[in-house]
């Protein structure tokens, strides 16, 4: 080398890509050059990325989604981020905005952006261009899908009782994964199809806008929904307290108006009529037993009624008859027991008699025409009928003329 240079410059004299070191001579008209031979350095950048695939996965329509790369340099030169390109308008870069430099052997955050306008998958391709002579574009493989978020047009019915069916008509439903009512009550619900939902009014519902929900999406609310209260009956009394079988007994309240059952001790269910608002009227069915009568109406606890005596009858029982025969029109005397309140005295081949209940063990009955041979039948209400011993109804022997002589005289 001169003495006394000038100055020093550094180039790249053989194409080594190393730098070299160049100064002038202050004394002579010369410079001098020394020539990198150093195996190890190098004052070029070299890029990485990572990762090179970013995966948006599922975003709404109208909302947006980061995600962030790194840039690193392990080169020993700073590296410039010239320009950055993407294939697909739904990305974009929102910091930092090129050009911009990555120190040596230093990284920097990329934050990308997925904005997509509608439904469907999107994708494409970031290139971050740089001045890394080895790699000076390196490619990333952007994917995301844009999800359609429901929106409501209407309801219908606004009003309904617990159990009962609300539609909610809109767009976008296919995959809504759930309905909840006022008080963040979930409902039970079908996707008709993508513009129909139908739900039911769920237990515990109240009013207010019911909210439709679907992955990746904000909520949804409908306009406010009226949850009826029912009126649900009181009893206030029964009357009679107590009666058989087919017997009527009215049931006094409120609010009956509704009423779908009433049912007897045992869980037996009785004819009813629901003669206003505050007055029901049942048949006492058969199998019922004594205890409280159950009111039903739909959306409401079943109500039950003080407890009502079902009587059980005492039915007759037959010891004899007197006599075991007779004449149509003669009296026959029937004994035994519980004879109180029968009905009905017949003779054989069903031929209704007249009798007279003397007191609960006799009874006396006429022998009426048409009456045949045969056991006669006591009926009494709810008890079955029962039958005497065979009675022998006598045909008379009534005379016959074979024969007449007739005299004339003279």
Same mark, same amino acid.
């Given at each position: 080398?001169?003495?006394?240079?000038?100055?020093?410059?550094?180039?790249?004299?053989?194409?080594?890509?190393?730098?070299?070191?160049?100064?002038?001579?202050?004394?002579?008209?010369?410079?001098?050059?020394?020539?990198?031979?150093?195996?190890?350095?190098?004052?070029?950048?070299?890029?990485?990325?990572?990762?090179?695939?970013?995966?948006?996965?599922?975003?709404?329509?109208?909302?947006?989604?980061?995600?962030?790369?790194?840039?690193?340099?392990?080169?020993?030169?700073?590296?410039?981020?010239?320009?950055?390109?993407?294939?697909?308008?739904?990305?974009?870069?929102?910091?930092?905005?090129?050009?911009?430099?990555?120190?040596?052997?230093?990284?920097?955050?990329?934050?990308?952006?997925?904005?997509?306008?509608?439904?469907?998958?999107?994708?494409?391709?970031?290139?971050?261009?740089?001045?890394?002579?080895?790699?000076?574009?390196?490619?990333?493989?952007?994917?995301?899908?844009?999800?359609?978020?429901?929106?409501?047009?209407?309801?219908?019915?606004?009003?309904?009782?617990?159990?009962?069916?609300?539609?909610?008509?809109?767009?976008?439903?296919?995959?809504?994964?759930?309905?909840?009512?006022?008080?963040?009550?979930?409902?039970?619900?079908?996707?008709?199809?993508?513009?129909?939902?139908?739900?039911?009014?769920?237990?515990?519902?109240?009013?207010?806008?019911?909210?439709?929900?679907?992955?990746?999406?904000?909520?949804?609310?409908?306009?406010?929904?009226?949850?009826?209260?029912?009126?649900?009956?009181?009893?206030?009394?029964?009357?009679?307290?107590?009666?058989?079988?087919?017997?009527?007994?009215?049931?006094?309240?409120?609010?009956?108006?509704?009423?779908?059952?009433?049912?007897?001790?045992?869980?037996? #269910?009785? =004819?009813? *009529?629901?003669? $206003?608002? %505050?007055?029901? &009227? @049942?048949?006492?069915?058969?199998?019922? +037993? /004594?205890?409280?009568?159950?009111?039903?109406?739909?959306?409401?606890?079943?109500?039950?009624?003080?407890?009502?005596?079902?009587?059980?009858?005492?039915?007759?029982?037959?010891?004899?008859?007197?006599?075991?025969?007779?004449?149509?029109?003669? #009296?026959? =005397?029937? *004994?035994?027991? $519980?004879? %109180?309140?029968? &009905? @009905?005295?017949?003779?054989?081949?069903? +031929? /209704?008699?007249?009798?007279?209940?003397?007191?609960?063990?006799?009874?006396?009955?006429?022998?009426?025409?048409?009456?045949?041979?045969?056991?006669?039948?006591?009926?009494?209400?709810?008890?079955?009928?029962?039958?005497?011993?065979?009675?022998?109804?006598?045909?008379?022997?009534?005379?016959?003329?074979?024969?007449?002589?007739?005299?004339?005289?003279?």
């Amino acid at each position: 080398m001169g003495s006394g240079p000038p100055f020093v410059l550094t180039a790249d004299f053989n194409g080594d890509t190393k730098p070299d070191l160049v100064t002038a001579n202050r004394y002579s008209n010369g410079v001098s050059v020394l020539l990198n031979t150093c195996s190890s350095q190098s004052l070029n950048p070299a890029i990485t990325v990572t990762p090179t695939t970013l995966d948006f996965g599922s975003v709404a329509s109208g909302q947006t989604k980061d995600l962030t790369l790194t840039i690193g340099n392990t080169g020993s030169a700073a590296l410039l981020v010239t320009s950055i390109n993407i294939t697909d308008s739904r990305f974009a870069v929102i910091s930092p905005q090129p050009p911009f430099n990555v120190a040596a052997a230093g990284q920097l955050t990329l934050t990308v952006r997925f904005a997509p306008t509608s439904g469907g998958s999107a994708g494409g391709t970031l290139t971050i261009n740089s001045n890394d002579p080895a790699k000076p574009s390196v490619p990333v493989t952007l994917t995301g899908s844009g999800l359609s978020c429901a929106t409501i047009t209407g309801i219908n019915p606004s009003s309904g009782l617990v159990g009962s069916t609300v539609t909610i008509t809109g767009t976008n439903f296919t995959g809504v994964t759930a309905v909840k009512f006022s008080s963040n009550v979930t409902a039970s619900f079908t996707v008709v199809n993508d513009t129909t939902i139908t739900a039911i009014v769920p237990a515990g519902a109240t009013t207010g806008p019911i909210t439709i929900s679907k992955p990746n999406c904000n909520d949804l609310q409908t306009a406010s929904f009226t949850v009826i209260v029912p009126l649900c009956p009181t009893v206030s009394g029964i009357n009679p307290s107590s009666g058989l079988v087919g017997s009527t007994v009215t049931i006094t309240g409120t609010n009956f108006t509704g009423v779908t059952a009433v049912k007897f001790s045992s869980n037996v #269910t009785a =004819t009813f *009529t629901i003669v $206003n608002n %505050t007055t029901i &009227t @049942a048949t006492v069915p058969t199998g019922a +037993v /004594t205890g409280p009568i159950t009111i039903s109406k739909p959306n409401c606890n079943d109500l039950q009624t003080a407890s009502f005596t079902v009587i059980v009858p005492q039915c007759p029982t037959v010891s004899g008859l007197n006599p075991s025969s007779g004449l149509v029109g003669s #009296t026959v =005397t029937i *004994t035994g027991t $519980n004879f %109180t309140g029968v &009905t @009905a005295v017949k003779f054989s081949s069903n +031929v /209704t008699a007249t009798f007279t209940i003397v007191n609960d063990t006799t009874i006396t009955a006429t022998v009426p025409n048409g009456a045949v041979t045969g056991p006669i039948t006591i009926s009494k209400p709810n008890c079955n009928d029962l039958q005497t011993a065979s009675f022998t109804v006598i045909v008379p022997q009534c005379p016959t003329v074979s024969a007449a002589l007739i005299l004339r005289a003279a």
